[in-house]
């Protein structure tokens, strides 16, 4: 069989949906944090097969999505310099600010910016434009992270002095607690991110159910990976034995990898950051470490992060922290549309909004 | 001279001379080599009604595995006028071309224009030329505008589609998208991906003279064949409803899309159709079509059905059978797809 299509095994998903709906005997809440995973769901039909005991509720797990507004409004501002390269993923490109510019706008009245596929790829045009700082925007989970960290060290290496990065990285854990300190929350087991994991590993998550008693699962994003592991947080509910368990072992080590961390550490150290609709996280940033300060674009353009109010009416922090469905807020399908995005819910393609204006069927 | 300099569009010498050494020498036919300001054609002696279709080509890069712009160029644009149920027989073409451009690459533009117009049995029967200064225009870019006699009577068009319509694609979706992307982003792919570029006319004409049943033909082009059959529900407000499992996409294609975060139900497609037509139809459309090189792998991969009949979806829209055996929207593309973060 081939390998791309084994993880959707249409016999097999069968199977595994039927030991749900047998087992998931009473209503039950599970947030799939990432939003590869709530593509993957929608996008593979799953959402239309699983049992009506399982309730689907989209976590912060899409990082354009939990990008703060003041973050947001900073690199517009910076993408405007006339001194600057502006190197990003291509799904920044549509996020709005306040204003409702965005870098494709401000691109269309001339400022610079490239879409880039890996931060190495800013690095060359660094070295294609030494005239201007080029400034890759670190947005991204501890999934991104340590492969910029390594760019950055590549960038000393090869005295490259015009390559900066924006780092608004954030970290999955600390979103996990702030979530579940909330009371108006409400989830009876988490859905592991899977790329997360194969950095950071299990080990970070295990406060879920020694603190909260809520049980997690590490799982893959083809349509068996999160059958498997809804299976495996459904079992551990039923037999009341809350743990956090590897369902993704053909990517994800218990251990993650240490290298990648290491790296990552040696470049960033945590601090507190602003998370979209959620507010500030203790910890749950990466800033530079004093060493590393003269790659930071905030540091050396002097940038200054501005409060910025959430755009109105838009229920984003809602929707992330699962307190809402996409439908249920009042600008979904209305004002809020992919082509006329107020909320990054809406613009990210891993955004659950857009996830559900794009695949979902209404009754 | 190895570079396009700014005289060879001033309309003088420098202009004929480009024209009958590279555009006649590649386009050579009679109506062109009249040399007259416009073109005379003989008309259609059955008085039939014409179709007629422009389009302007771009695309970065101009040449890639299985075509370039110019072969491009002919089958848009032999494709759309086909799509009507017609039998394309003149073409115009229009260059914009940069200062300095290089005149061996012109020349394969050219080369591959003489080609594909030739293989699909089309004339290039007028053009225009104009050449500006660097910077003004990435390259090359081409207009073609496409002229011929519509073959059947009511011509195949969107509203058509109707309930118990069979839904047929000719082949495998995405790989022109993903060539172009590829080679854009300087991306070699495991398995080697190319251009489906190629003309459907003949492929056409044997779809409407044999079945004059056809309701719909369109070719997949940009926004891919989730945005085509989004076009055809809207357009005859029917639901489509296509199953995953029987639309064709070739191994490399997915490993390629997979790992660029794209879906190649929404790349473009430049050498494969579309055709609803009523059930019975449907195997005698598909034998017409495996007839042909490029409708090899020609499959049936849906059904139009009545909006009140529908378990799922409304009017307008296109619902998917997943593999799974799970149902969702297949919605339109909205702007570009643009690599993700993670």
Not at chain 1, 15 to 23: I, K, P
Not at chain 1, 193 to 217: N, W
Request: proline share 7%; with cysteine; aromatic share 6%.
């Amino acid at each position: 069989m081939d390998f791309l299509q084994e993880f959707s095994d249409p016999e097999l998903c069968r199977a595994l949906v039927a030991q749900l709906v047998e087992e998931c005997t009473e209503p039950f809440r599970f947030m799939e944090v990432c939003g590869t995973h709530t593509v993957a769901i929608f996008r593979s039909g799953l959402r239309s097969l699983l049992p009506d005991t399982i309730i689907h509720v989209s976590g912060p797990g899409c990082p354009v999505c939990v990008t703060h507004e003041s973050e947001v409004e900073l690199y517009l501002e910076m993408a405007c310099r006339r001194d600057t390269v502006t190197a990003t993923f291509g799904d920044l490109m549509k996020v709005p600010g306040a204003g409702g510019s965005c870098l494709k706008t401000a691109q269309a009245e001339g400022a610079h910016v490239e879409i880039v596929y890996s931060p190495f790829d800013a690095l060359a045009l660094a070295r294609k434009y030494p005239d201007k700082k080029v400034v890759f925007l670190g947005i991204g989970f501890e999934t991104t992270a340590p492969t910029i960290a390594a760019t950055i060290k590549m960038a000393r290496e090869q005295k490259i002095d015009n390559f900066l990065v924006l780092s608004f990285h954030k970290l999955v854990p600390p979103a996990l607690r702030a979530l579940l300190d909330d009371p108006e929350i409400g989830v009876d087991g988490f859905l592991l991110p899977g790329h997360v994991s194969t950095i950071i590993g299990l080990e970070p998550y295990r406060f879920l159910a020694d603190d909260y008693g809520i049980p997690g699962a590490v799982a893959g994003f083809d349509p068996l990976d999160v059958l498997k592991g809804l299976l495996a947080i459904v079992r551990m509910k039923n037999e009341g034995k809350p743990a956090v368990t590897n369902e993704y072992r053909r990517a994800v080590s218990d251990q993650g990898n240490p290298t990648a961390v290491a790296i990552m550490e040696e470049v960033f150290e945590p601090a507190d950051a602003l998370w979209r609709g959620i507010g500030s996280i203790p910890g749950s940033g990466l800033v530079f470490r004093e060493d590393w300060k003269d790659f930071d674009a905030a540091a050396v353009l002097g940038l200054e992060q501005k409060p910025a109010k959430p755009l109105p009416g838009c229920k984003c922090g809602d929707v992330l922290k699962g307190k809402i469905r996409p439908d249920e807020c009042p600008l979904f399908k209305k004002r809020c549309t992919p082509a006329t995005p107020v909320g990054p819910c809406m613009v990210s393609t891993e955004g659950s909004c857009a996830a559900y204006f794009k695949y979902h069927i209404e009754s | 001279m190895d570079k396009l300099l700014l005289d060879a569009g001033s309309g003088g010498l420098a202009s004929h001379r480009l024209v009958a050494d590279l555009f006649l020498k590649y386009f050579d036919n009679p109506v062109l080599a009249a040399m007259n300001d416009a073109a005379f054609l003989e008309g259609d002696p059955q008085g039939r009604p014409m179709a007629m279709s422009t389009d302007s080509y771009t695309v970065d890069p101009p040449e890639f595995p299985g075509g370039n712009i110019g072969s491009l160029a002919i089958h848009g644009t032999v494709n759309d006028v086909a799509m009507l149920g017609a039998e394309p027989r003149w073409l115009t073409c229009a260059f914009i071309l940069e200062e300095g451009l290089d005149m061996a690459f012109l020349e394969r533009v050219v080369q591959a224009m003489g080609k594909a117009a030739a293989d699909a049995g089309v004339i290039i029967a007028a053009g225009d030329t104009k050449v500006v200064p660097r910077g003004a225009v990435d390259k090359i870019f081409i207009n073609t505008t496409g002229v011929g006699p519509i073959l059947v009577d009511p011509a195949p068009m969107g509203h058509r589609a109707a309930p118990g319509d069979a839904v047929l694609l000719s082949g495998s979706v995405g790989d022109h998208g993903l060539t172009v992307l590829g080679r854009r982003e300087g991306l070699s792919f495991e398995a080697d991906v190319q251009s489906d570029s190629a003309a459907l006319n003949r492929v056409v004409k044997d779809l409407v003279t044999e079945l004059p049943e056809v309701h719909v033909l369109r070719d997949p082009t940009r926004g891919g064949l989730a945005t085509t059959l989004n076009e055809i529900a809207g357009q005859s407000s029917t639901v489509v409803r296509v199953e995953e499992k029987d639309i064709p996409i070739s191994p490399a294609v997915v490993a390629g899309c997979s790992f660029l975060g794209l879906d190649p139900l929404y790349l473009a497609n430049e050498g494969k159709l579309l055709c609803f037509l009523p059930e019975e139809h449907c195997d005698k459309a598909l034998e017409i079509m495996r007839r042909h090189e490029v409708g090899q792998g020609a499959v049936r991969i849906g059904s139009v059905i009545d909006p009140k009949e529908a378990t799922y979806g409304r009017a307008g829209q296109v619902v998917l059978t997943t593999n799974l055996g799970g149902s969702r929207l297949l919605s339109m593309l909205e702007g570009e797809q643009l690599p993700r973060i993670c």
